[in-house]
């Protein structure tokens, strides 16, 4: 198939018209017009620095947190892989991949004896942690990254320190159109097998409040209110999403194959063969059930990009 723009030629993988659906954790979405899985960080920068920078570019991790909608990308996709995966330890300096997965930080980092155990929960990647600023159980990227690695649209490498990212909840403020390919976290000592347990108890935490055997992407919603500049949650002030949405009576309501999970009802499930559509429709609904029913305006958390279906554009 021909394309509207040229590709440089890479020692990674181009796929024209790749479906995207199997690569995200919702398993929704439509193709994108290329699929670049760079084989390092040199070829990245060199195929960044040869594109026509008025070709749209979006990186994605393991679809952890993203709804694709239905009628796919345009542009190029950017999926890291195995020459973004490794993982050095040099005292209290943990360097990770971008994309390495937040549970294998965690792991091992905890044969190190270092803690990191707040990632092992957490769903995705290196580089979507840091950019979402990921946290659970009070402790945030924030509190522990040092530096990330990047490379701009342009190709041009930089090491950027934590403190100019603006690290927040759920948000950062990353340098348009620049990639993550490593980050460095400074981590407290702690004893292995204490932290062993601590990740088992996680775990089990997790899975007994969260709805971790359906097809969701995370909390969907932000809770609306409560944390610092950091990140770091304040109980006194907090609101609960999932509190909201009981309240305005959106827990289980379906919509074509979506619905709201019983167990957790912040967690938008893929329950039957749902669309991006269906999914996105529903947490459209949620938002406005908890306005009429609180004043609140709930903000998504799992990223929607692409463009809707055909037949759904005007």
């Known amino acids: 198939m021909s394309l509207p723009f040229d ?3 890479v020692r990674g993988t181009l796929t024209p018209m790749r479906p995207l659906a199997d690569l995200t954790w919702m ?8 699929l670049f899985q760079p084989a390092d960080p040199d070829d990245l920068a060199g195929f960044l620095a040869a594109l026509d920078p008025a070709v749209p570019v979006f990186v994605m991790g393991v679809g952890s947190n993203l709804i694709i909608r239905d009628g796919g990308i345009r542009g190029v996709v950017i ?14 300096r943990v360097t990770a991949g971008a994309a390495l997965l937040d549970a294998m930080v965690a792991r091992k980092a905890a044969e190190a ?30 509190d522990v990254l040092l530096s990330i690695d990047v490379i701009h649209r342009n190709g041009r490498r930089e090491t950027l320190a934590a403190d100019s990212l603006n690290l927040r909840y759920r948000q950062s403020d990353l340098p348009d159109g620049a990639v993550i390919v490593s ?14 347990q601590r990740m088992e108890d996680q775990l089990q935490k997790r899975d007994e409040t969260q709805p971790t055997r359906d097809r969701t992407a995370g909390s969907t919603f932000r809770n609306p209110a409560g944390y610092s500049s950091t990140g770091r949650a304040d109980d006194t002030h907090e609101l609960k999403a999932w509190k909201l949405i009981d309240d305005a009576g959106m827990r289980g309501v379906p919509f ?34 908890v306005y009429d029913s609180s004043g609140i305006t709930l903000e ?15």
């Open 113 to 142: 004896g270092l803690d990191l155990t707040f990632l092992r929960t957490i769903p995705g990647t290196v580089g979507g942690a840091v950019r979402m600023n990921a946290g659970c159980y009070g402790s945030y990227v924030a």
């Open 79 to 92: 999926r890291l892989g195995r020459g973004f995966n490794a993982i050095t330890i040099d005292g209290d």
């Open 27 to 34: 398993r929704v979405g439509g193709p994108a017009d290329v």
């Open 300 to 314: 998504w958390e799992i990223m929607r990009v692409g463009d809707p279906a055909p037949q759904n554009q005007e």
């Open 183 to 196: 980050a460095c976290f400074a981590a407290p000592a702690g004893d292995p097998a204490t932290l062993v």
């Open 256 to 289: 074509g194959g979506a619905v709201m999970n019983l167990k957790h009802s912040n967690f938008l499930t893929n329950a039957n063969d749902a669309t991006a559509a269906d999914l996105e429709g529903l947490g459209e609904a949620v938002r406005k059930k």
């Open 7 to 9: 590709l440089p030629p």
